[in-house]
């Protein structure tokens, strides 16, 4: 059973399922009360724009991006192939990974150049 | 009163959709619909529609475009039947839970197999549950004038929903009535501009059909069952307006001679014709007979239902439909759960016939009418229903 889950902006919210099915009790982060049907746009819309941003794709991560400066030569390739834009670009040049969003798929370290991301396991 | 005009009901149906003033027109042919989309693609083709008609290579696409176009808020039809019903299915359902007021019509055909172009309910029960507005229309005229009523239901900003008119594939669609089309006059009066409660444009960005959680599906639901609900107001405020333009007034469940009846028929759709004067006949004959029309099928019209049958002893349910392995027709079904709580609720008696367009008589209703009579056939009148001329 789930006792607390997510609240990710709008009406999602995504309970937390682990790869051997038990589910993840997580603290609510927002303290919003849940919708009744009432509160539903007409036909489940949803007319605030860019409400995905809300949407805590990090959560779902169990590897996480680790990147050695010292190998990085700044190519950007992790930030095309990133599927969830996750990847952003530092002030410094590098490409680092949004922790919020990024859900340790492990492309930008599958594509990078020179090999210079990791993917190590989340401890938490 | 405008001048009557003796003319094909799909024809008519489409000249119908064309007054309506409708924008975009997607659909794909199947018998026996296809009169009402041909025609509908000349109207445009000529020049006489302001219309996009948009030939698509299926019926899955059919209603996905409609979902499309009436997002953006351009008033859109289809026209579906059977098989094609069955293709496009999965995007009805969408279309109700998106809330886009489409107006589809639907030429009634069996579902195959064994493959069946002829008339009868089995392709409307498979969406039963859809979530659209659905009524059986009876004759030429009622299609006619239930093809302008649907865009004004359907777009009412407290209804916004697709309507699906059935009407009899073969027994309506391709019989020439006489039928009186409406005024321009009239069409204006009574149908406005299309504003919809969602429209995507780009100026104010909105999302429709996103994923629906499971601690959030319950309550989509559950505000889409209220909208069907709230529509029927509105279809009865709307009924009573067209019929102040027309003169023709429109019921949930129309009543036929029921006055004192002992025993009703209950039909859909274009049988309400022929079991009227099955009607007329037995009344002749001194029999306490009287004929229950439904109109309305989603939302179902419980009050009017239960306000119909008071005093009826009997009710024959004529379904025209199979639902296998279940508890009677689809429509009997429903008709013997709305009366559950009925004080002193009438006897259902319920006859399955009529499928894929097997001839169903005056003799055929007299037979149906003495079977549930006679104290011999008590069986007909226990048994949760009765293939009606099935040959043994």
């Known amino acids: ?124 | 009163m405008t001048k009557r005009v003796g003319v094909e009901v799909s024809i008519a149906a489409a000249e119908a959709v064309g007054m309506a003033d409708v924008d975009v027109v997607s659909a794909y042919p199947i018998t026996p619909q296809t009169h009402i989309v041909e025609h509908l693609s000349e109207m445009v083709a000529d020049g006489h529609l302001d219309a996009e008609f948009i030939p698509v290579e299926s019926e899955h696409s059919a209603m996905s475009v409609a979902c499309g176009s009436s997002a953006t808020g351009a008033r859109t039809f289809t026209c579906t039947s059977s098989q094609g019903l069955a293709v496009m299915n999965e995007v009805v359902f969408l279309a109700a839970s998106l809330r886009l007021p489409i107006v589809m019509a639907l030429a009634n055909r069996s579902l195959s197999g064994p493959l069946s172009i002829w008339n009868d309910h089995s392709d409307v029960m498979s969406i039963r549950d859809c979530g659209a507005i659905q009524i059986f229309t009876e004759n030429g005229q009622d299609v006619f004038d239930h093809m302008i009523y649907a865009f004004k239901v359907a777009e009412n900003p407290k209804v916004s929903l697709p309507f699906i008119v059935n009407l009899d594939g073969f027994l309506l669609t391709h019989v020439i009535e006489p039928i009186e089309y409406w005024d321009k006059e009239w069409v204006k009066q009574f149908l406005p501009e299309l504003e919809p409660v969602n429209r995507l444009h780009p100026d104010k960005a909105i999302t429709m059909g996103a994923l629906g959680m499971p601690n959030i599906f319950t309550e989509a639901k559950r505000a889409h069952e209220q909208a069907l609900l709230d529509a029927k107001s509105v279809v009865l405020d709307t009924w009573k307006e067209m019929g102040d333009i027309t003169g023709r007034y429109y019921h949930p469940v129309e009543e036929y001679k029921t006055e004192g009846a002992e025993t009703l028929f209950l039909t859909l759709g274009s049988f309400g014709e022929i079991a009227s004067l099955t009607v007329d006949e037995l009344q002749e004959q001194g029999e306490s007979v009287g004929l229950l029309k439904l109109r309305l099928w989603r939302p179902f019209p419980q009050e009017e239902l239960l306000e119909a049958v008071k005093g009826a002893k009997q009710v024959i349910v004529i379904d025209r439909a199979v639902t296998f392995g279940g508890v009677g027709g689809p429509v009997a079904a429903e008709i013997r759960s709305a009366l559950y709580h009925m004080e002193e609720s009438p006897v259902i008696t319920n006859y399955i016939c009529g499928l894929a367009g097997r001839d169903v008589t005056r003799k055929d209703f007299a037979k149906m009418y003495e079977m549930s009579k006679s104290r011999e056939n008590d069986s007909v009148k226990q048994s949760e229903y009765v293939f009606y001329g099935v040959r043994e």
């Open chain 1, 1 to 124: 059973m789930v006792d607390d889950v997510i609240f990710t902006g709008n009406h999602f919210w995504y309970p937390i399922l682990f790869s051997n099915g038990r589910l993840l009790r997580r603290n609510v982060v927002s303290t919003v009360k849940e919708p009744g049907w009432r509160d539903l746009e007409v036909g489940f819309a949803i007319s605030q724009s860019g409400s995905s941003r809300e949407y805590k794709t990090g959560d779902w991560r169990s590897l996480r991006p680790i990147v050695d400066k010292s190998k990085c030569i700044k190519c950007g390739i992790c930030y095309i192939f990133c599927p969830d834009m996750a990847v952003v670009k530092t002030e410094e040049g590098y490409f680092e990974a949004d922790l919020y969003y990024c859900k340790g798929c492990g492309i930008c370290a599958y594509e990078c150049f020179t090999g210079c991301i990791e993917m190590v396991a989340e401890e938490e």
